[in-house]
């Protein structure tokens, strides 16, 4: 019995030891020879046991375009409540329909093209369609409005009520031009004047030429000492010089009954007028004689000392 037990108890011994230590097949089944021999760092975790994130896991949890949005400061410190605005906001979009939220003030430009394609702005601004007669709306015009209308986000049908509130306006304003003429001609005739003016001086040089200043001082005077209201001189002044035809009239005027002193007006008649009138223009011709205009424009000063030559010769004959 001893003898059957000791064998039996040691063969298995004897037989197994060579086999773990040299085996040349052992690398090949062992499955840790697998392993590689430099081990690989354990995964961080920024949760801590107790569920709550631990301190800075947005700037590296959190996409770094992403870390402004405010939404992160209201979910928390711990998964519990991130999993929960997770599915608060699920409830929202689900009952909105399109998922489609109001972009805020820091929305970027994507954002709100998502959000005005979902209400139904055109893709393009010349997608819009503007009903406004051309005279009322030039083609350059039109596209800029198109251009202000597609960054609004505004839909076809917001623009459609714009186009017909300022179609609204400016039938109001034409209305009231019709009925009210005198007012808008008081608010523009200030800013027409001067516009006025200038044209008619232009015509007036280029119809007169050099004899404009004698002219011009002519049909001034003409109005000087036939109008005795100041408030209706200046008037009668301004509208002169803002139409060639009249102030050419009142010069070949006075100088017809005034200068050759055979005209009814005493006043204007008066020898001694003449005299003052004519002198001052030769005088003012004489400042304009000078050796350097005789150089540079010989047919200015050669018309110029004909008209002195005449103005002499009406003195003398007066």
Same mark, same amino acid.
């Given at each position: 019995?001893?003898?059957?037990?000791?064998?039996?108890?040691?063969?298995?011994?004897?037989?197994?030891?060579?086999?773990?230590?040299?085996?040349?097949?052992?690398?090949?089944?062992?499955?840790?020879?697998?392993?590689?021999?430099?081990?690989?760092?354990?995964?961080?975790?920024?949760?801590?046991?107790?569920?709550?994130?631990?301190?800075?896991?947005?700037?590296?949890?959190?996409?770094?375009?992403?870390?402004?949005?405010?939404?992160?400061?209201?979910?928390?410190? +711990?998964?519990?409540?991130?999993?929960?605005?997770?599915?608060?906001?699920?409830?929202?979009?689900?009952?909105?329909?399109?998922?489609?939220?109001?972009?805020?003030?820091?929305?970027?430009?994507?954002?709100?093209?998502?959000?005005?394609?979902?209400?139904?702005?055109?893709?393009?601004?010349?997608?819009?369609?503007?009903?406004?007669?051309?005279?009322?709306?030039?083609?350059?015009?039109?596209?800029?409005?198109?251009?202000?209308?597609?960054?609004?986000?505004?839909?076809?049908?917001?623009?459609?009520?714009?186009?017909?509130?300022?179609?609204?306006?400016?039938?109001?304003?034409?209305?009231?031009?019709?009925?009210?003429?005198?007012?808008?001609?008081?608010?523009?005739?200030?800013?027409?004047?001067?516009?006025?003016?200038?044209?008619?001086?232009?015509?007036?040089?280029?119809?007169?030429?050099?004899?404009? +200043?004698?002219?011009?001082?002519?049909?001034?005077?003409?109005?000087?000492?036939?109008?005795?209201?100041?408030?209706?001189?200046?008037?009668?002044?301004?509208?002169?010089?803002?139409?060639?035809?009249?102030?050419?009239?009142?010069?070949?005027?006075?100088?017809?009954?005034?200068?050759?002193?055979?005209?009814?007006?005493?006043?204007?008649?008066?020898?001694?007028?003449?005299?003052?009138?004519?002198?001052?223009?030769?005088? +003012?011709?004489?400042?304009?004689?000078?050796?350097?205009?005789?150089?540079?424009?010989?047919?200015?000063?050669?018309?110029?000392?004909?008209?002195?030559?005449?103005?002499?010769?009406?003195?003398?004959?007066?």
């Amino acid at each position: 019995m001893s003898d059957t037990v000791t064998d039996t108890g040691t063969a298995p011994a004897t037989t197994t030891q060579p086999d773990i230590t040299s085996s040349p097949s052992t690398s090949q089944t062992t499955p840790a020879a697998a392993v590689p021999t430099t081990p690989t760092a354990a995964p961080v975790s920024w949760v801590n046991p107790d569920g709550t994130l631990k301190e800075g896991w947005k700037n590296t949890l959190v996409p770094e375009d992403f870390r402004g949005k405010r939404v992160y400061d209201a979910v928390g410190n +711990d998964v519990a409540s991130l999993l929960r605005h997770i599915g608060h906001q699920d409830s929202v979009i689900g009952k909105q329909g399109k998922g489609i939220f109001v972009p805020g003030p820091e929305a970027s430009q994507t954002e709100k093209d998502i959000f005005y394609k979902a209400l139904g702005r055109p893709d393009k601004p010349e997608e819009y369609k503007i009903d406004i007669p051309k005279e009322a709306m030039d083609e350059t015009l039109a596209v800029e409005a198109k251009t202000i209308f597609h960054k609004a986000g505004l839909t076809q049908s917001q623009v459609d009520a714009v186009i017909a509130l300022d179609k609204a306006r400016m039938e109001a304003s034409a209305k009231d031009l019709e009925d009210n003429p005198v007012k808008y001609f008081e608010e523009l005739l200030p800013k027409v004047q001067p516009i006025y003016a200038k044209a008619a001086e232009d015509e007036l040089r280029q119809r007169w030429g050099d004899a404009y +200043d004698a002219r011009i001082h002519l049909a001034n005077r003409a109005i000087e000492e036939n109008i005795s209201n100041a408030e209706d001189k200046q008037l009668i002044l301004s509208r002169a010089g803002n139409d060639p035809l009249v102030a050419d009239l009142l010069a070949t005027m006075m100088q017809k009954y005034a200068v050759s002193s055979t005209g009814p007006n005493t006043t204007v008649g008066n020898p001694t007028n003449v005299a003052k009138n004519l002198q001052q223009r030769i005088e +003012d011709i004489n400042s304009q004689l000078t050796p350097d205009l005789k150089r540079a424009n010989r047919d200015r000063y050669d018309r110029l000392l004909n008209e002195k030559t005449r103005l002499y010769e009406q003195g003398f004959s007066g």
